[in-house]
Nanobody, 115 residues
Framework: QVQLVESGGGLVQAGGSLRLSCAASGIIFTLNPMGWYRQAPGKQRELVAMISTSDSTTYADSVKGRFTISRDNAKNTVFLQMNSLKPEDTAVYYC?????????WGQGTQVTVSS
């Protein structure tokens, strides 16, 4: 079965950096696109960034210039480099990958940014 496993979350002070990783297993096809979503308490899950196999990227306006998404197609792995973190970036971050018409999700990793 397909599994997406995230790592790299944690607690950081405002202005700091974190790098999230997500590795897919149990699949021989390349997930396309792969991306990161986040959900803060009391809010809906929102797109943070996504990337295609051709490295075409999409970012939420709130993270442009601060976050960078990248991927390793051969390993079905996606990364999110988060710089200049703000308290409003605090959320559970979820990895997402699409195979044909089906979406797969990771279990989520907590990112907390203190002011």
């Amino acid at each position: 079965q397909v599994q997406l496993v995230e790592s790299g979350g944690g607690l950081v002070q405002a202005g700091g950096s974190l790098r999230l990783s997500c590795a897919a297993s149990g699949i021989i096809f390349t997930l396309n696109p792969m991306g990161w979503y986040r959900q803060a308490p009391g809010k809906q899950r929102e797109l943070v960034a996504m990337i295609s196999t051709s490295d075409s990227t999409t970012y939420a306006d709130s993270v442009k210039g601060r976050f960078t998404i990248s991927r390793d197609n051969a390993k079905n792995t996606v990364f999110l480099q988060m710089n200049s973190l703000k308290p409003e970036d605090t959320a559970v971050y979820y990895c997402n990958g699409r195979l044909f018409v089906r979406d797969y999700w990771g279990q989520g990793t907590q990112v907390t940014v203190s002011s």
